[in-house]
């Protein structure tokens, strides 16, 4: 013990006892003082209500006074609720203290530095990451999701790790990158995906963040606004998420435990038709297609009906809906534990989790453990350091997921109801011949995925106080990545004829150094001014290598691996980059009222070309906290009320590649075997970055004593020198040229209300409300301004948002073959065909339908505390964004077309005569009039989810005590558990592609499961 808290203590004591009575009628009570998590609280005011004997907890957090029965206790400590005990017949009593709400003195991590919420200038929300709610989630993004205004989340794949859709205040580029900057404890983390194989198994990739254990996080902090991320200058467009992980903290050394265990389920899997209705329908589209072209049995081009091929012993429908997924039911496992704790001078946290998740689709697990450790320590009253190190290692066994060819669910759906995975003899049946499509219990059982990753990040800071008013901090920080994915198709996967077992193999290395500087000086002018003022330089350079190889033709299926091919090729490719920049930041508060925030960034990157490596990216803010004048002082309602406005400029580069604005020649064998070299890229010597000009206007109140906390924004963010790979002649030996070609704006509203509904001695509700607008919209493009088709489904064209979906719009059904249009009419179309809407020369016409962008979106979350009850209920929702289901377009809505087996509602209602249907045309073979891209397969992709559901009793500390243990709590949660929507398919977030231009197509994505855990955390 520390000489200074004896003398503390000791004279402390003095005065307390001083105070006393001569006689003091009653016992002495004793007990600890504790928070919710069991961690012992030093220093807490304990006092008789009403009397002058009081005392103090010691440095375990223990006590010692006298009452008498009828007395009440008062435990009361900064930063802490008060709480009171009524003394009784009770010799012991354990207080445990919670942490108080206070707005406005809450620390917020702005960016290199840290401020209270109270000088905050601009656009930051915040996430203070509770250790009973953290357990439960798999990942860090799905903590944010539905909390945090102006953040959408969006989880796009149902496979474990998949990386998911983040977006602050909607996209900020069409070809570029739209994910939003990740600093770890000061480091900026790459979101890269790091494998070569990703393209065999679909548009979800492994996300590297999701090597982050989310229960080492301390806060997560969003600079949503220019004014508060352009200090990152050339990355902030798209926002800045800053993660702080747990530190050590004063005070003898606490373990935590946690441990979870749950199951997961599919569910809202599609109808299919069965053997009757598919044969009642084919033969339908069959003897329609044979009556329109007037086709006779012996015709050549005549269809014959199908035959019922069940015979007698027929063992019923063989369900192809749920053969890609598990038979048995896939299991959740999650174990932490932690240590923590930490003398005046050193502190320190370390933690190591195992998380291991099996898929909903079969085959597909993924394993994870992570190791932390964060320490700091003080030197001398001058200098202090701290050291930060996370270790994390994935093993992914992947499946194929939005895969086109090789998709288990895109594969399976649309079987015939009356085929077998298996032949007769135990062979398996081939697609093509014994089944419509690929085999897909074959591609299960006869393929292998591993993909392994290793990640290492180490950070090392210094803060030396040069004087009583300037601080240097310089911080080196590595960021390490190796991977190998390997993926085996054995002879007997489907479509192998043309060799003997294939294997691919991935291997690359990245590695990230980053060197900051930083120098602050901070000081109190006159009692009223208060300055501080910061200047940084920055230096990151990032270079990754790859190889990737392929074998094939192997002895047997049991060899695999690329040694033992008989013919095989391969890959490889190293890039480097590098980036240097300079910031700075001026902030100015005058009386804590008026406060105006300065900050201006220069980035120097590599990527670019020599006349245009550097940007700057500057930003000026101010607020006024209007409650410090006098004329507030009457409205004592009003406990904290800001205006905010800012303007501010950032800059975005992740959609350049590393040498994409150099003309350089690559080194193949494109000539019969033989080397050569050819043109890699035509460069761009006037290639720029991307930049935003964002203009917040905004206000934060608090009310009723913290009761209710109101934060509202409206913004307007103007994107310029728009990346895009422009369509070059087929003269000039490469197809596009990435070009900065025009504007985009996004603006909204953001509101965020948080109150306190309850609270009183047993019983506490309180509200978090997050409610976002937004409107996207195209405001310029290439010359002309002409609209630019991307894909079979997208358009960009001005004055549309981006993702804008570009289909035939259905009017009908022709119920009579005399309301088709005579060329219509000629071409085949009949009664019982689709009435699309038609231009000025009688044909079909395509046009804008829908797009992809919702209007808002936003959740709401209760929680609920009843004596040692807790229930937490979170909800998500979304309005005004469309979803093409290429599910029907593709397979299931054919009714006929391709003898591919349909959706059962679909097939019921089709048009079988006139008045049957005006939505579902006729079975039809051979045609395609019937299936072009139109709006009948875009529908409402809005929904209401019920995100999750988490019901958790802490026991007493009087009951866990006698198990030597300082807390305990048991919780079960339930996730995904309602969805409310009108969209048909599986699942409304799920989306094809990241990608802002093509985004909102559902290509048979695996849906995200419904989960179920339980498990429990305790401290001792």
Do not use: C
Not at 62 to 76: C, E, G, N, W
Not at 705 to 733: C, E, Q, W
């Amino acid at each position: 013990m520390k000489i200074y808290r004896i003398i503390f203590l000791f004279l402390f004591g003095l005065f307390a006892a001083g105070s006393l009575p001569a006689q003091t009628p009653g016992r002495m009570i004793t007990g600890t003082v504790t928070d919710p998590k069991g961690e012992t609280l030093i220093g807490v005011s304990v006092v008789v209500k009403n009397k002058s004997v009081q005392t103090i907890t010691d440095v375990n957090g223990k006590y010692r006074i006298k009452a008498a029965p009828q007395d009440t206790l008062v435990f009361s400590y900064i930063g802490m609720e008060t709480k009171e005990y009524y003394v009784k017949n009770r010799k012991e009593i354990n207080a445990i203290l919670e942490e108080k709400e206070q707005s406005m003195k809450e620390v917020v991590v702005i960016g290199y530095s840290t401020q209270q919420r109270k000088d905050v200038t601009g656009a930051i929300s915040s996430l203070k990451i509770k250790d009973d709610l953290s357990a439960s989630y798999s990942s860090f993004d799905q903590m944010l999701q539905g909390q945090l205004s102006g953040v959408q989340v969006q989880s796009v794949s149902g496979t474990p790790g998949a990386g998911g859709a983040v977006r602050i205040r909607g996209v900020g580029s069409i070809n570029g990158g739209n994910d939003p900057l990740y600093v770890i404890d000061g480091i900026p983390m790459d979101t890269e995906d790091g494998s070569e194989l990703t393209d065999l198994f679909g548009a979800s990739y492994q996300s590297p963040l999701s090597l982050i254990d989310p229960s080492d996080i301390e806060s997560i902090d969003v600079l949503k606004d220019a004014a508060a991320a352009s200090i990152y200058g050339s990355r902030a467009t798209n926002g800045v998420i800053l993660i702080t992980t747990k530190k050590g903290r004063t005070g003898r050394t606490s373990f935590s435990v946690n441990m979870s265990s749950g199951i997961s389920q599919v569910h809202n899997l599609p109808e299919m038709a069965d053997t009757d209705l598919y044969l009642t329908v084919m033969n339908e589209a069959y003897s329609n297609y044979n009556r329109d072209n007037n086709y006779q049995p012996g015709d050549p081009g005549y269809q014959p009906l199908l035959e019922d091929p069940r015979g007698p012993d027929y063992p019923g429908d063989y369900d192809w809906v749920r053969l890609p997924f598990r038979d048995d039911t896939p299991v959740t496992q999650r174990y932490s534990i932690s240590m923590r704790g930490g003398s005046r001078d050193t502190k320190f946290y370390t933690a190591l989790s195992y998380y291991d998740q099996e898929g909903i689709i079969k085959t597909n697990r993924l394993r994870r453990i992570n190791f932390r450790s964060n320490i700091d320590h003080i030197i001398s009253s001058k200098v202090n350091f701290g050291v930060t190190i996370g270790l994390a290692h994935s093993i992914n066994n992947r499946v194929p997921s939005e895969n086109g060819n090789y998709g288990y669910i895109l594969r399976s759906f649309p079987q015939r109801p009356f085929d077998r995975p298996y032949k007769e003899d135990g062979s398996y049946a081939i697609g093509g011949v014994d089944l419509r499509y690929h085999n897909v219990q074959a591609m299960v059982n006869e393929s292998t995925s591993d993909y392994k990753i290793y990640q290492a990040n180490a950070s090392t800071y210094l803060n030396w106080k040069l004087t009583k008013d300037l601080i240097y901090k310089p911080q080196l920080s590595l960021i390490f990545n190796t991977n190998n994915d390997f993926y085996n198709r054995t002879t007997d996967f489907p479509n192998m004829d043309s060799y003997n077992g294939y294997t691919r193999e991935s291997r690359s290395t990245a590695i990230r150094y980053v060197l900051q500087h930083t120098l602050t000086y901070k000081t109190l002018i006159k009692e009223r001014l208060g300055l501080t003022a910061m200047a940084g330089q920055s230096y990151e350079h990032y270079n990754r290598s790859y190889v990737v190889a392929s074998g094939w033709d192997f002895p047997t299926k049991e060899f695999t691996y690329i040694r033992s091919a008989a013919s095989f090729g391969a890959n490889g490719y190293a890039y480097a980059s590098t980036l240097i920049s300079h910031f700075g930041r001026l902030d100015l508060s005058w009386d804590d009222k008026y406060l105006l925030s300065a900050t201006v960034r220069a980035d120097g990157s590599s990527k670019f070309p020599k006349g245009g490596m550097w940007g700057v990216f500057p930003s000026a803010s101010v607020s006024w906290r209007i409650s410090k004048e006098n004329f507030m002082k009457g409205f004592d309602a009003i406990n904290d009320w800001k205006f905010r406005l800012s303007w501010g400029m950032t800059g975005e580069q992740s959609g350049v590649g590393y040498y994409t604005a150099q003309r350089y020649m690559g080194a193949e064998a494109p000539y019969y075997g033989s080397a050569g070299i050819t043109l890699e890229s035509p460069g761009n010597d006037q290639l720029s970055w991307e930049k935003a000009e964002q203009i917040n206007i905004g206000t934060d109140a608090v009310l009723f004593n913290d009761r209710l906390n109101v934060s509202l924004d409206y913004y307007i963010k103007n994107t310029h020198g728009l990346l895009f790979n422009k369509p070059m002649p087929a003269t000039y030996g490469y197809k596009t040229k990435l070009v900065n070609i025009g504007r985009m704006q996004n603006s909204g509203f953001e509101l965020t209300l948080k109150t306190v509904n309850v609270k009183s001695r047993n019983f506490e509700w309180t509200s978090n409300l997050s409610f976002t607008t937004l409107k996207n919209e195209v405001k310029q493009l290439m010359e002309g301004n002409k609209p630019v088709y991307v894909g079979n489904y997208h358009i960009l064209e001005i004055g549309k948002p981006v993702g804008s979906f570009y289909l035939y719009k259905q009017e009908g059904i022709y119920q009579y073959d005399e309301e088709v249009p005579e060329n219509l009419y000629k071409s085949g179309v009949r009664a019982g065909d689709m009435k699309y809407a038609l231009d000025e020369n009688g044909n079909p016409v395509r046009m804008i339908v829908g797009k992809a962008m919702p209007d808002w979106y936003g959740g709401f979350t209760n929680t609920f505390k009843f004596y040692g009850f807790d229930l937490n209920v979170s909800l998500s929702f979304q309005y005004g964004n469309d979803i093409l289901n290429i599910f029907r377009s593709g397979y299931s809505d054919r009714l006929g077309q391709m003898d591919a087996n349909m959706l059962k509602e679909s097939a019921e209602n089709r048009w079988t005569g006139p008045g049957t249907s005006n939505t579902y045309p006729r079975a039809l073979f051979n045609s395609e009039y019937n299936n072009m891209a139109s709006d009948r397969y875009l529908e409402d992709g809005s929904f209401l989810k019920l995100r999750e559901i988490t019901l958790g009793y802490t026991l007493p500390v009087d009951w866990v005590k006698h198990l030597k243990l300082k807390y305990l709590r048991i919780y079960a949660t339930a996730q995904n558990l309602l969805t409310w929507t009108k969209y048909s398919g599986m699942d409304p977030e799920v989306s094809y592609t990241l990608s802002p231009r093509e985004m909102g197509q559902d290509f048979f994505g695996t849906p995200n499961p419904r989960m179920y855990l339980v498990g429990l955390s305790l401290n001792f």
